[in-house]
């Protein structure tokens, strides 16, 4: 993937963002999926400073504003790789907490029609950047 991105930066070729969304979709589903496991399995994990519980999306949001402002210092193609991947992981924390966007309440049927939701929309992303996608990982996979 590093060569591709590389040629793609380097030569202003266009189809760059393409091949960038295919490891955003993957580390999202990741980071989404274990977000949601996690919360399920262990509530009780979970930060809490001054008994004020602090819910993915502000980490998730954090992790997109550093994901930005990284975009904008650093340009190569290792860079856009990784910030790509910090951003799949923003948007992954960030989306898994959407119903408290718009309800701000913790409602087990919110959470899950969002839920739902977000899985399918992240599935039909992956699916579209899924050709791109692969094609950069047969030529970069060390095996």
Known sequence: MHRAIRHKVTTQEPGLYVSLAFPIAVV?????????????????????????????FVWGISVLAISGYLALIFSGPRAKFL?????????????????FWLKLTDDDIARWSYDGFFVVLGLIFL???????????????PF
């Open 83 to 99: 910030i790509s991947l910090l951003y799949g992981l923003g948007l992954g924390l960030a989306f898994d907490e959407f119903a």
């Open 127 to 141: 699916i579209i950047s899924a050709k791109p996608g692969v094609k950069m990982l047969k030529k970069l996979w």
């Open 28 to 56: 999202f589903l990741i980071t989404f999926t274990l977000a949601r496991f996690v919360s399920l399995v262990a509530p009780g994990l979970s930060i809490t400073i001054a008994d004020i519980h602090i819910h993915h």
